[in-house]
């Protein structure tokens, strides 16, 4: 059975059950900014946040975005993704635009990976866009946190993903 989330209080269905913690998380390939390939949720020697979005080009996802990339400025033991269906061109001009350096902006439009980790709207109008959803993976792969943000217009509880890194 799958998840669902609200849009503009709509009930809409996810592709899946986004992953909760205890689960390993699935190596996925996404792309930055610059066109390069990473893989985020494998083991690693930092804790990862990986932060799903609709759009960068949305007021909530820009805001959200901007407000992790502060939050998040000094924390060292911590690498944090920001992943959406955005095309890289428009990530860049995105991080360009907001000074977004504390952390990674990254699309999942090649491979579509993301919907391994259940998040992928699987109907409405933001069909085939992430829902916004907080994960985060110890440094051995495995999620100790997931936080689904119930409505996709509004931002996560930014202290409690802290709260829990």
Same mark, same amino acid.
């Given at each position: 059975?799958?998840?669902?989330?609200?849009?503009?209080?709509?009930?809409?269905?996810?592709?899946?059950?986004?992953?909760?913690?205890?689960?390993?998380?699935?190596?996925?390939?996404?792309?930055?900014?610059?066109?390069?390939?990473? @893989? !985020?949720?494998?083991?690693?020697? +930092?804790?990862?946040?990986?932060?799903? &979005?609709?759009?960068? %080009? $949305?007021?909530?996802?820009?805001?959200?975005?901007?407000?992790?990339?502060?939050?998040?400025?000094?924390?060292?033991?911590?690498?944090?993704?920001?992943?959406?269906?955005?095309?890289?061109?428009?990530?860049?001009?995105?991080?360009?635009?907001?000074?977004?350096?504390?952390?990674?902006?990254?699309?999942?439009?090649?491979?579509?990976?993301?919907?391994?980790?259940?998040? @992928? !709207?699987?109907?409405?109008?933001? +069909?085939?866009?992430?829902?916004?959803? &907080?994960?985060?993976? %110890? $440094?051995?792969?495995?999620?100790?946190?997931?936080?689904?943000?119930?409505?996709?217009?509004?931002?996560?509880?930014?202290?409690?993903?802290?709260?829990?890194?």
């Amino acid at each position: 059975m799958s998840a669902t989330v609200n849009f503009k209080g709509n009930p809409i269905h996810l592709i899946g059950t986004p992953l909760q913690p205890g689960s390993i998380a699935p190596p996925t390939t996404v792309v930055t900014k610059d066109l390069q390939e990473i @893989v !985020i949720g494998k083991p690693s020697s +930092k804790k990862q946040i990986i932060i799903a &979005v609709p759009s960068l %080009d $949305t007021g909530v996802c820009e805001k959200e975005t901007k407000t992790f990339n502060e939050k998040l400025q000094s924390l060292t033991n911590v690498e944090a993704v920001v992943v959406s269906m955005d095309l890289p061109f428009a990530q860049r001009r995105f991080c360009d635009s907001f000074n977004i350096a504390n952390l990674t902006v990254a699309s999942d439009f090649r491979y579509r990976d993301m919907e391994k980790w259940g998040v @992928v !709207i699987a109907e409405g109008p933001l +069909k085939g866009c992430l829902a916004r959803v &907080v994960f985060i993976v %110890d $440094t051995n792969g495995k999620i100790t946190y997931t936080q689904v943000v119930p409505e996709i217009g509004q931002e996560p509880n930014y202290d409690d993903v802290l709260k829990n890194i």
